[in-house]
């Protein structure tokens, strides 16, 4: 008999990680073998090989962010997957999950089913990307000269958080010409003249969280 897939539960809501575990132990080859309520613990539990896979949460309030926590799982050698389960669809949070290292990017309303698949697809050593998160990437692949780069992103989020430029540059350890520069792309390429329009712009467009 096949050995059942053992999940981690990473998620800094109690209710949450019930639910999850409710939806998950009703699958024969699943089993949820540790939860953490933070992402370091997660880190941590990680390392001691007990389970396949783990569903990580981005945003744990203080503490480490799930895309900090994604990479330092995957950067062990013989590491579980890491299934990304968020509320969070921006550009800005997917391209930084991808970049840590995740197998897959799920939004928390996916239906049962295909929360299910996904984690059989991350087990498996595949992609498994919500279709939604799927065409965003396929988007900016198709537009690359549009698209915000990581780094523009980066400094967009910060401007939105009413960082001024030298506290950005601070933060990001870049000169402030180069955070000027930065902004001037990101203006260009959102068509706007200022960073008050380029926050709404980018909102709009999900590329930064509301």
Sequence with gaps: MTEPIGLLLADDHPVVRAGLRAVLD???????????ATAERAVALAATGVCDVVLMDLQFGSGMHGAEATAAITAAPDAPRVLILTTYDSDAD???AVEAGAAGYLLKDAPPEELAAAVRTAAAGRSALAPEVAHRLMDRMRTPAQALTKRELEVLRLVSAGLSNQQISKKLFLSQ???KSHLVHIYAKLGVDSRTSAVAAATARRLIRR
Aim: aromatic share 6%; proline share 6%; no cysteine.
């Design 94 to 96: 997917i391209l930084a």
């Design 177 to 179: 010409a180069t955070v």
């Design 26 to 36: 009703t699958e024969p080859d699943f089993r949820v073998v540790a939860e953490a």
